[in-house]
């Protein structure tokens, strides 16, 4: 199975920005995505943004504008750039490149049950 592992968070006041980054190791996978999701505390998981190898992406309504979904040539590295940020968006946030997760994303389903994550980034925003 893949490792991953996201940095890069921190806290920062409103309408600052900062730059998660998401590391992915271990065995081959099938590059269907990199997504990323945030929980905040007493919530669910949600979808924040998912670029898919096809090109195209999605963005949750409640950061889209404000945040930008990359990735580096290796497709190792996924990166979420998060542009004045609010209060509402302090969670952890966490990568996947699982595909299950990513097709619910976009489907409207709920996050499927197991799946591949790291660790998470906290991002704070006073």
């Known amino acids: 199975q893949v490792q991953l592992v996201e940095s890069g968070g921190g806290s920062v006041q409103a309408g600052g920005s900062l730059r998660v980054s998401c590391a992915v190791s271990g065995r081959t996978y099938k590059d269907y995505c990199m997504g990323w999701f945030r929980q905040a505390p007493g919530k669910e998981r949600e979808g924040v943004a998912v670029?898919?190898?096809?090109?195209?992406?999605y963005y949750s309504d409640s950061v889209k504008g404000r945040f930008t979904i990359s990735q580096d040539n290796s497709k190792r590295t996924s990166f979420l750039q998060m542009d004045n940020l609010s209060p509402n968006d302090t969670a952890i946030y966490y990568c996947?490149?699982?595909?299950?997760?990513?097709?619910?994303?976009?489907?409207?389903?709920?996050?499927?049950?197991?799946?591949?994550w790291g660790r998470g980034t906290q991002v704070t925003v006073s």
């Open positions: 670029i898919y190898s096809g090109g195209a992406d």
């Open positions: 996947t490149t699982d595909e299950q997760v990513c097709v619910a994303v976009v489907v409207g389903v709920d996050l499927p049950d197991g799946g591949v």
